[in-house]
């Protein structure tokens, strides 16, 4: 019989980390002040900056978002033919590819990172693939070394989907050292956000003025178009946002480790409640806070826990429920068959993440558990 009062408001899945409302209008002045508003002013200039050294690489474009940044990418590294990639991701992965007209080839993935699994890419590769689109989900990163070792032998190109993955290092290493390229979204719901936005890391000069012509247009700076570009440019204000909470980054992680740190030692003993820890070697930056539910031991469903949350006004997330090789546009596709997606099928059907921010305080934690704990059947 459960007795616990859950919340009285919405408990969202996240909430967004703010500047201080004082130094984001005297942003906004300096901003006004010069009257550059977009096209490469003085705030992305300096968030740009900022952020190659944050993320430790030499070149860094900021965009208006994550998925457009990717769709460039894929044009910049001259993609064509198929990419394998996974289908346990967000819609935006699977769909870049298809506005690049690529065909996405869909990879099981590993039972315990979640991540495609790197034993199972060479099966795929065909005289048309190009690239390996591999996702670091949850920020926890992909086995990079093996995907390196595959691309090298087969002379494909490597582009990271590190959406999730700001800040995560691997034995120091930066995630951004990895591969051609990697996007990172700065999206209001992302552990680090410019309100809409996102990054390309690049590994070298060309690829840089290529991504950054591309974000433009495709214009030179003598007024003429040399490719047919889009319009992926980052505006001034949301890249002064962007500056300030670069400064409490470090913080929000440190806040975001003492939580999830709570939510294990209170969910250690659930039965049924599988958790994910952390991987030797790797900083983490703890964006997500993931639980498997074991049906057979919990006595619900993940689909049946997720409702009974919401009754406690608890928004907990099916990240990623469906699979993109379920979508309607990718479902006839033959690596979309479940035979070839046994892993990916049953993760999508037991994940279930959970509130996580740096604004939560002990007490909603322990709240959130002790109900976890009590729908246990
Ligand atoms: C794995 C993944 N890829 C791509 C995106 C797209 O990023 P954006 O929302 O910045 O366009 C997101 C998040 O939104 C994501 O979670």
């Known amino acids: 019989m459960i007795e616990l009062d859950g919340f009285t408001e919405p408990f969202y899945i996240t909430r967004p980390l703010l500047p201080e409302l004082d130094e984001t209008f005297k942003m906004i002045e300096e901003i006004w002040q010069s009257n550059h508003l977009s096209n490469n002013g003085k705030m992305v200039k300096q968030l740009e900056s900022e952020l190659a050294d944050f993320l430790g690489i030499n070149y860094l474009s900021v ?35 298809n506005w690049n007209k690529l065909q996405p080839v869909f990879c099981d993935i590993e039972e315990d990172t979640f991540n495609i699994n790197p034993d199972l890419i060479e099966s795929f590769i065909t005289e048309k693939t190009s690239a390996i689109l591999p996702v670091h989900v949850f920020g926890n990163p992909c086995n990079v070394e093996i995907i390196q070792q595959i691309a090298d032998k087969y002379g494909l190109k490597v582009l990271y989907d590190a959406a999730h993955a700001f800040g995560v290092k691997i034995n120091d290493k930066p995630i951004a050292a990895f591969g051609d390229i990697s996007m990172f979204s700065f999206h209001a719901t992302k552990i680090f956000h410019t309100i809409e936005g996102g990054a390309l890391t690049l590994n070298n000069s060309s690829l ?170």
């Open 63 to 97: 965009f208006a978002n994550g998925t457009v940044a990717l769709q460039i990418a894929c044009k910049a590294l001259r993609l064509s033919g198929e990419v394998i990639t996974t289908p346990f991701t967000f819609a935006a992965t699977s769909n870049c590819l």
């Open 208 to 377: 840089k003025e290529r991504v950054d012509l591309l974000k433009n247009f495709g214009l030179k700076s003598d007024n003429t178009i040399v490719e047919p570009g889009t319009n992926g440019k980052l505006n001034e204000v949301q890249a002064g946002i962007g500056i300030l909470l670069l400064k409490k980054i470090q913080e929000e992680i440190r806040m975001r480790k003492a939580i999830t740190n709570l939510y294990r030692q209170l969910l250690a003993d659930v039965p049924g409640v599988k958790l994910i820890h952390d991987v030797k070697g790797v900083t983490h930056n703890y964006s997500y806070f993931v639980i498997r539910v074991e049906q057979e031991e919990y006595g619900l469903s993940r689909d049946e826990l997720y409702k009974a949350l919401l009754e406690f006004n608890i928004i907990s997330r099916k990240y990623f429920f469906p699979l993109c090789s379920d979508f309607q546009c990718y479902k006839n596709l033959i690596s979309s068959s479940k035979l070839n997606l046994p892993v990916a099928n049953r993760v999508a059907e037991s994940v279930l993440s959970l509130p996580l921010h740096g604004r939560m305080s002990n007490n909603d934690v322990q709240k959130i558990c002790r109900i976890i704990q009590q729908l246990r059947k």
